[in-house]
């Protein structure tokens, strides 16, 4: 529509103006709320502009995840030779604004020169870093020649722009909350089944009392601890620990765990090592990782324990005068290069404590980072004597050490306290 020259009807000419544009703004108030996809949102936008704003041609380009594209065009929209090259034009000349009015849009890097020269009004559409979008108007046209977009042309087509921007971040918002709940409810399912696969049946062995608990940082854990009968009436007391924490390290545990359940366990750890080495290694090469173990062979009503500790912290042994020491003796993890780690015969008296931990345990640090450590260890082991007292004192003086912090590591102990039979 012409612009009129005499007064009365220039006022009647801008009021109508006025009024499409705040009934656009309004009915895209309204639209918005009522979409339920990104795509539907740019075609709305597309709708609106080209309701209210007279273009010879308009153009949405959006990010995607292969790079920038058109999602919507209108009236006769020239091809774009170099979409990437124009938008970072675009991200220059825009910086710090919430519009750029370009004059020589034709000489712009991957705009068409084949119409001549043209104006452009490019509006981004944006949240509060970066773009999303942009918005590309080019000039329109009149009865009586071209016509140049307006102040308030390119006013509304900010406002629409905003909006937009924030219709467009909410749903990806919601998106992510449906995604993340979803995250949480599998991951609860599998905490549960790794919980079922890890938590064995008690062994009543004679001459033994045996506890294991573990408390994973994460939903899922990168410990295991458990116990098997052997064959020979024994039972053996393996705990793992595998490097990193969260969903991978927990598929190495529930492996550990289903290669301990198929091989049984076997008196001799030295055999149990080279059968795990056999099963898991090739996919400790391949996913860059190694497993930490200790291993604990028993008899019934037997005072002699075959040790075999790869990796993990060096046990500690609560003697019968009520004091601890530490027994020294560590190879190397499962999957780590060289030799492998030896059996140790060890020796406890009625009443003796061997405590089993994974590096967790010592490592969790208080609010000034300072780690609970095997002095506190230790000190704990020689103040609770019941075992059941003792596995829970100690995840209690962890706790108290690390006050506000949250656990960074899984954190596992076993306790194997002689008994008379």
Known sequence: MTQPDDPVSQLTWE???????????YAMSQRLGKLATEEAIWVSLRDAVARVIPVRCGRILVETPVGWEAVAEWGECEPLTDVGALVA??????????SVRINDAHLLAGMSATA???????????????FLAWMMLIDGTQADGPRPLTTADQKLAVTLAQQVGYAVMSRRLA????RLARLDRELEIAREIQ???????????PGWEIALESHPAYEVSGDFCGYERAGTGGA?????????KGVPAALFA???????????APQDPEMLVQRLSRVLLPDLIRSDSFVALTYVSLMPGLGTVNLLNGGNPPVLIRRSSGRG???ESSGPPLGWPGRQARVEPLELAIGEVLLMYSDGIIDQPNPDGEAFGEARLMASLEAYEDVGDLIAGIFADVRRHQGSRPALDDMTLAILRRIPT
Do not use: F, I, K, W
């Open 15 to 25: 009021l109508s103006l006025a009024y499409e544009a705040l009934s656009a703004v």
């Open 89 to 98: 034009e675009l991200d220059v000349a825009c910086a710090g604004r919430n």
């Open 195 to 205: 919980q079922s696969l890890l938590t064995p049946e008690p062994v009543n062995l």
């Open 116 to 130: 001549g020269s043209y104006g452009l009004l490019a509006v981004p559409v944006q949240d509060r870093q970066r």
């Open 325 to 327: 020491e530490v027994h």
């Open 236 to 244: 053996g007391v393996l705990m793992t620990d595998v490097m990193g």
């Open 175 to 178: 998106v992510e909350e449906v």
């Open 254 to 264: 529930a492996m550990t765990r289903t290669v301990l359940l198929a091989l049984g």
